[in-house]
């Protein structure tokens, strides 16, 4: 079995490409959104122990945690050497894929000329967007708390504490505020790239914007469960998640691909991407996390 949160349709088609070359293997996907997957991943591990075969989740600090823990079993899968360092454990218990969502910007081309259209982090606190933007929720949305855990690394509490000062929306998936844009009730907000970049492809009124300073890379973590029932279907899948075949899908369906050298139409590779730093070590502890959220909703108001 596998856990993700991957877009629905883009697991499904990956699975089906592993059992075409691997027809004697069944892909069982459990698929959630990644808050309800590390949830269960959580609540498994503190139990009787992990079921799936293999677990991957966006962001990859529940993973990572738990890999800490004894959770994953080492494994690096072919073409490893070709992914930075920065995307892989150094002992093998977790590597990334290919769903590496950005947070970056983007706005309503009917309502907003490109001219107009903020540039960088910064431009979203200027006083012509109060009213106007629309932020995916840190206090409940993962790759939401990472991006604010970036901002306020970066940019320091005013930062947040501005952003709060032109009333944002505030919405409880990037879905929304995507939807948000699209409609033009808040023409600019904060997306993951690779929805962005399928609506464009559709001749939808939306444009990305990768912001100056840098966007924002949430690369998720994956781990064959050291318990794993089927421990070498779960390696074979692994490393099938690396291949040639794997990285053209998810080129295919805007989310970057963890090797260089593929990349969607119309998308710069990610090794080309300019990405803000990010520590993302207070993300991996519970507690730490409770706290930031805490403290990034007093700040937003």
């Known amino acids: 079995m596998w856990y993700t949160n991957e877009p629905r349709e883009n697991a499904t088609a990956i699975a089906d490409l592993f059992m075409q070359e691997y027809p004697e293997i069944d892909v069982e996907i459990l698929r959630l959104p990644g808050e309800k997957i590390a949830a269960k991943l959580e609540a498994e591990f503190s139990g009787a122990g992990l079921e799936g075969d293999v677990a991957y989740v966006t962001p990859g600090y529940t993973v990572q945690r738990l890999a800490e823990n004894g959770a994953f079993a080492p494994y690096y899968p072919e073409n490893i050497d070709e992914v930075d360092d920065k995307y892989k454990d150094p002992n093998g218990n977790w590597v990334s894929t290919g769903y590496t969502p950005l947070v970056a910007i983007a706005y309503n081309t009917n309502e907003v000329t490109k001219d107009e259209a903020p540039a960088s982090w910064e431009d979203l606190t200027e006083e012509k967007w109060k009213n106007n933007i629309a932020l995916g929720d840190p206090a409940s949305l993962t790759v939401a708390t990472q991006a604010a855990a970036s901002w306020m690394q970066n940019f320091g509490e005013d930062y947040i504490e501005q952003l709060g000062d032109n009333n944002p929306v505030i919405l409880s998936s990037f879905g929304d505020t995507e939807a948000a844009i699209l409609s033009g009730s808040s023409p600019v907000g904060t997306v993951t790239d690779f929805r962005t970049y399928a609506d464009m492809a559709e001749g939808h009124p939306i444009e990305l914007v990768l ?16 318990d794993a029932p089927h421990p070498n279907a779960a390696r074979l899948f692994e490393n099938f998640l690396y291949s040639d075949a794997v990285m ?16 969607g139409e119309g998308m710069p590779d990610l090794q080309d991407v300019k990405l ?18 805490r403290q990034l909703n007093s700040l937003l108001g």
């Open 211 to 226: 912001p100056e300073e840098g966007a924002i890379a949430t690369p998720g973590a994956m781990g064959i469960n050291a």
């Open 248 to 263: 053209d899908q998810y080129a295919k369906n805007y989310t970057y691909p963890i090797r260089p050298g593929f990349a």
């Open 276 to 293: 803000l730093p990010t520590d993302d070590s207070v993300l991996t502890d519970p507690n730490e996390m409770v706290s930031l959220r």
